[in-house]
């Protein structure tokens, strides 16, 4: 139904704020002009997290009984659902979400490429960039095969690692692999356009604590063939078998610009670098990782974070908050909570904005914790998040953090 005619639908009682009729504007006249390419849209509101609405939405077009219709793929936390509209009703639908459930949207057309962002007040502004694509989407089929943004079929470093077999199908054992893998990517395409990545001649990428290089590899794919940057890859990792495993993959495919180093994140200079990435970096490795990453500057800096125990035996409870870690199963989980804040603030405190969001169900593991740091667009000077950080360690008795123990080693 178009949410226009239907009086209960959010979309129906408020008109749109400026610059979201300005995007909606754009969508009608990409769609007309056939100038469309995907709409993203993403920044669940406050309030918004319930089971009918959705974490995210995926626009693409398609054809369905020989006419065009924008498909809204709408990512729940523990399901997709896949809405059809036709062209003259994808506005309204549109519409529809980002007044009820979604603050921002990515529209890419071959004319520009037109973000609407919220600032912190939940006020919508509207950008527009340089067109990053060159051709529109054409319609597809409506049953075509799920359109991953990695396709195993043309990863042959997926058979190499053991995700795929020879006919270029993913493993049944390696369905979760896979699927975390695609998710990471999902995750990190629109972060690439926030940090202002998409329009580099080159790029540099250092993953710290690779293993088997899953994710290395990926990345190395991603940035060179789905963006089209030439991208150095750099994958390091302690392991010296797996490190000699994964140069041999790279040696048996030809791969260009990916390498392996035997080395820890405090070891090992990263020197200079647009993305820095550390998945499940034990402990204070985590720390090494983001103080890495800080020290190359990177514009974007993703972790993972496993195992958590510097802050545990340290944590002394305000007198004030006994009755709520009476139990030792609180303070194990709130000095999980506490280590990625301080980090998260620390972040901060040089000059990145940053976000820490669940990164796959709970379901499958509860260290499931993604940080995100993206250089500049910082909003609260930097000491204040400094003095914010040494507060809570103040509050509850921590005297080593890892990452603030770096950071304080490189002031002095």
């Known amino acids: 139904m178009n949410p226009a005619s239907d009086p209960s639908s959010p979309a129906a009682r408020v008109d749109p704020p400026e610059a979201t009729a300005r995007l909606l504007t754009e969508l009608a006249r990409a769609l007309e002009a056939q100038t469309f390419v995907k709409l993203t849209l ?7 997290a319930d089971e009918d609405r959705p974490l995210r939405a995926v626009g693409r077009l398609v054809e369905i009984r020989g006419e065009p219709m924008l498909s809204l793929v709408l990512s729940h936390k523990t399901r997709d659902i896949t809405r059809n509209h036709p062209l003259a009703e994808a506005p309204d639908a549109v519409w ?25 007040r939940g006020t919508p502004r509207f950008h527009q960039k340089a067109a990053t694509f060159e051709q529109g989407g054409a319609p597809q089929a409506h049953n075509r095969p799920r359109n991953y943004i990695l396709e195993a079929s043309k990863a042959p470093y997926l058979q190499e690692l053991g995700i795929v077999d020879g006919k270029g199908r993913v493993r049944d054992s390696k369905q979760g692999k896979f699927r975390q893998l695609q998710n990471f990517i999902r995750v990190l395409d629109p972060l690439v356009t926030k940090a202002g990545l998409r ?13 088997k290089a899953y994710l290395t590899f990926a990345l190395h794919d991603y940035c060179n063939q789905v963006l089209g940057i030439p991208t150095e890859v750099v994958g390091i990792d302690q392991n010296a078998d797996l490190v000699t495993f994964n140069n041999g993959v790279v040696a048996r495919l030809g791969l260009q610009g990916l390498t392996f180093t035997h080395s820890t994140a405090e070891e090992h200079p990263t020197g200079a670098a647009d993305i820095v990435v550390a998945l499940h970096a034990c402990d204070t490795a985590t720390d090494d990782a983001l103080f890495a990453g800080l020290a190359a500057d990177a514009a974007l800096i993703i972790a993972v974070p496993c195992c958590q125990k510097e802050l545990r035996p340290q944590f002394q409870v305000p007198a004030d908050e006994l009755p709520l870690f009476r139990h030792d199963t609180f303070k194990d989980r709130y000095t999980q909570m506490l280590t990625d804040s301080l980090r998260s603030l620390l972040l901060e405190s040089q000059g990145y904005t940053s976000r ?3 990164f796959i169900s709970d379901s499958h593991t509860h260290r499931n914790v993604m940080i995100q740091a993206i250089k500049g667009d910082t909003r609260v000077p930097r000491d204040k998040r400094r003095a914010e950080a040494d507060a809570l360690m103040a509050r509850y008795g921590i005297d080593q ?12």
């Open 42 to 48: 993403s920044k669940p509101r406050k309030g918004a």
């Open 199 to 211: 329009d580099r001649e080159r790029l540099r990428v250092v993953d710290i604590g690779c293993g």
């Open 96 to 120: 529809e979400l980002l007044s009820d459930s979604l603050g921002e949207a990515y529209l890419f057309t071959t004319a520009a490429n037109l973000e609407l962002r919220t600032n912190k």
């Open 356 to 358: 820490v969001v669940e």
């Open 401 to 412: 953090h890892r990452l603030n123990g770096l950071l304080a080693a490189q002031e002095t």
